[in-house]
């Protein structure tokens, strides 16, 4: 089945820094790849998806890159702030099989 | 947007008691919906997947007699903790997708179950 190593486990930046966070997978048939904000005990949140027919896809002050060859795609925070303190959590998906998550990054904004 | 719905958000319970959870769809049709356990600092980890209708496909090392799973209509799952014991104290959450092979999951709020 599909494996998703998730990097760095947490991550500090100060306000206005910019974050990336990577992400690995193993099944190249996978094509879907979400990227989910969660705060402490609510739900996951989709904050940018890409599919694999697309190597970057951006959102403000989110962008999500994916490199199909090395198997890994990334998400890129830039100017963060406070409020962006969450743990972020990368999944792979292909065809009808099911999300695989990575492992989730903590991620600390300070002001 | 796509709504999912959960309850309760919270239920305290006896050990050996048995606890239903409710995942609904309020907005679209869920043809499948999924449940996860997460425990703290953790990832989710998939338990089931259950399609209306049919009978749910377990994830190995889950124990299919004692979470119980029905997904009777295309906006409703619900997930039994049958026997629940201290181990079983988790947050667990259900997500629903649109069509067999939809993409996006659309996640409940969580359910926080601890057993005493």
């Known amino acids: 089945g599909e494996n998703v190593e998730q990097h760095p486990s947490t991550l500090s930046v100060q306000e206005g820094d910019s974050a990336v966070i990577k992400c690995t997978y193993s099944?190249?048939?996978?094509?879907?790849f979400p990227w989910y904000k969660q705060e402490l005990g609510k739900r996951p949140q989709l904050i940018i998806d890409i599919r694999s027919n697309v190597g970057e896809k951006k959102d403000q002050r989110i962008a999500v890159t994916l490199n199909k060859t090395a198997k890994h795609f990334s998400l890129h925070i830039t100017e963060t702030q406070p409020e962006d303190s969450a743990v972020y959590f990368c999944?792979?998906?292909?065809?009808?099989?099911?999300?695989?998550f990575g492992k989730g990054t903590m991620l600390l904004v300070s002001p | 947007g796509a709504v999912v719905s959960q309850h309760p958000s919270r239920v305290i319970c006896k050990s050996g008691t048995s606890v239903k959870i409710e995942c609904r769809s309020l907005?679209?049709?869920?043809?499948?919906m999924f449940w996860y356990r997460q425990f703290p600092k953790q990832s989710l980890m998939l338990m089931a997947t259950?399609?209306?209708?049919?009978?749910?496909?377990?994830e190995q090392g889950v124990e299919k007699d004692k979470f119980l799973i029905n997904h009777a209509s295309l906006t409703l799952s619900t997930l039994t903790v049958t026997s629940a014991h201290p181990e079983d104290s988790s947050f667990y959450i259900c997500s629903a997708s649109r069509g067999l092979a939809g993409d996006e999951q659309f996640f409940g709020p969580g359910t926080r179950l601890t057993v005493l």
């Open positions: 999944a792979a998906k292909g065809g009808y099989s099911t999300l695989t």
């Open positions: 907005d679209f049709q869920a043809t499948t």
């Open positions: 259950s399609n209306e209708g049919s009978k749910a496909t377990y």
């Open positions: 099944d190249s048939a996978s094509n879907y």
